[in-house]
C-alpha cells in the first residue's frame, strides 16, 4: 500500500472515466437489446419500453439505499470485540482454572 490508501486503484481519473463508461455503454446495450426482443407484457406496465432495464436500475438503487440503512442499525464500534491491547495476552496470562 503505497500513501497508505488500500484501494487507490479507483481513485485514478482514468479508472474511474473508463468505469463511467462502461456502465454508459451497459445501460444503452441494454437498450437498445430491447429493439431486437418482443416483449408480451403479463400485467401492462411490463410491455413498454425499456421497463426491464428501468427496473433493475430502480431495485438497485433501493438496494443501495436499504445497505446503507442497515449499516447505520448494524454497525458497531471500534472495540465490540475487546479493546486492541486483548490481542497481545500471553499463554500464561490467560487463567486456565475454569
Known sequence: MKNGKE???FDRPGVRRGLWRAL???CLVALVGEF???RK???GIDG???FFALLGFVTC???IFLVKVLGV???RSEDYYG???AEDMKPEDVDESL
Open 7 to 9: 484501494f487507490d486503484w
Open 24 to 26: 454508459c455503454l451497459a
Open 36 to 38: 431486437f426482443v418482443k
Open 41 to 43: 407484457g403479463h400485467f
Open 48 to 50: 413498454m419500453f425499456g
Open 61 to 63: 438503487v433501493v438496494a
Open 73 to 75: 442499525w448494524l454497525r
Open 83 to 85: 479493546p486492541e491491547d
